[in-house]
Nanobody
Framework: EVQLVESGGGLVQAGGSLRLSCAAS????????IGWFRQPPGKERAGISC??????????YLADSVKGRFTISKDVTNNTVYLQMNSLKPEDTAAYYC????????????????????WGQGTQVTVSS
């Protein structure tokens, strides 16, 4: 059974930092992406970052809204993805979800799941002004 477990959310003041973790388990795939989505209150969920697990493609993606402030990295041994979030702003307040799919586009220009994927339960990030 595919499982993704997020952790690391919380309440932080503007300008502060948080590191989110997404631990994935229950599958052995050759090529797949793990990405981060966020859903601010009253808004739609949107993809903000992804990273490929692939011998052929180590691509990553960061949305313009987070570029320069957020960094995505991975621990291949533990199948875990990290989202380091620095210089947080109140507009970063959202529920953050990680998701994985073998059918995904993940490169420096675009991040998109091509199927429904597998999702974690989400973690809340609240940035106070």
């Amino acid at each position: 059974e595919v499982q993704l477990v997020e952790s690391g959310g919380g309440l932080v003041q503007a300008g502060g930092s948080l590191r989110l973790s997404c631990a994935a388990s229950g599958f052995v795939w050759d090529d797949y992406a793990i990405g981060w989505f966020r859903q601010p209150p009253g808004k739609e969920r949107a993809g903000i970052s992804c990273i490929m697990f692939s011998r052929r493609n180590g691509g990553t993606y960061l949305a313009d809204s987070v570029k320069g402030r957020f960094t995505i990295s991975k621990d291949v041994t533990n199948n875990t993805v990290y989202l380091q979030m620095n210089s947080l702003k109140p507009e970063d307040t959202a529920a953050y979800y990680c998701a994985t799919s073998r059918r995904a586009i993940c490169n420096h220009r675009i991040f998109r799941l091509l199927d429904s994927g597998y999702w974690g339960q989400g973690t809340q990030v609240t940035v106070s002004s």
